[in-house]
């Protein structure tokens, strides 16, 4: 298998009316979780991580254990740089062969967003690498989750197509009600909001925060224009939650055999977004 452009990925849940579940993963057993349970499914998917996962490994590293991995596999993947935070980000990872990038600076002034995303179109587009931007800012519900800042930003929809036609970008991270982390009560989504955005911006419509998400809203979602789904909190917590069992338990003392254990309970979770997105099937 080899890493496609996520806008393949996108455009074709688009037109199909599901949607591309996006996982975090930060080393090769949680990457292989991802892809085992994806290519039992026959579903497209998407590994993604970035700033807080290199500081466990850098993006030279994540790309080689990705590639390495993806010899395995005969489903449609793509390896995706999430909420990069930094031109010289982005270029590591696609120098490491990544085939999709984020620059998220939706908590900065629009002119200097739409800027920095020009200038990774100009790095990306030669190489084929899907660029994927975000207008309005996806805050964070938690004092766990390393993505967003303390506050959001509703996306505006004037602002969004603006920010589509001016960038370049393929794919475009919005919000609508939706946060990173774990929701203490369930989100109020602006599904007004999104279905104006969906009407005004030709381009697959990312949620960033999917863990949580109730069905009804979900499905919703996917047939206004979300078309990629982020899942980071619930496969981590799960884990977390793992490792602190068995270690006050006196369990698994042996650390290999806690990692394998815990990386388990990651496939579970995997399954349950690929068919609640849709993508059972689809590759």
Known sequence: MKYLPMSNLLQRALAGGYAVPSFCVWNA???LSVLNV????????????????????APREMGAIAHALAARFEIPAAL???HGDSIEQVQACLDAGYSSVMLDYSSRPFAE?????????ALARPRGVTIEGEIGHVGTVDGVSKEGGRDSTLTRVDEAAAYAA????????????????????LPQFD???LAQIHAAVPLPLVLHGGSGTPDADLRRAIGLGIA???????????????????????????TPMAMAEAARQMGPIVEKWIRRTGAAGQA
């Open 191 to 193: 599904f007004e909001r």
């Open 113 to 121: 967003n739409t800027e920095a995303l020009r200038r990774v179109a």
């Open 166 to 185: 001016a960038t370049g970008v393929d794919a475009l991270a919005i919000s609508f009600g939706n946060a990173h982390g774990n929701y203490t009560r």
């Open 80 to 82: 995706h740089l999430d």
């Open 228 to 254: 990629k789904v982020n899942v980071a909190t619930e496969s981590i917590t799960a884990v977390r939650e793992s490792l602190r069992r068995q270690w006050e338990a006196g369990r698994n003392l042996w």
């Open 29 to 31: 057993e949680s990457m």
């Open 38 to 57: 994806a290519a039992d499914c026959r579903a497209p998917v998407i590994l993604m991580n970035g700033p807080g996962e290199f500081g466990l490994l």
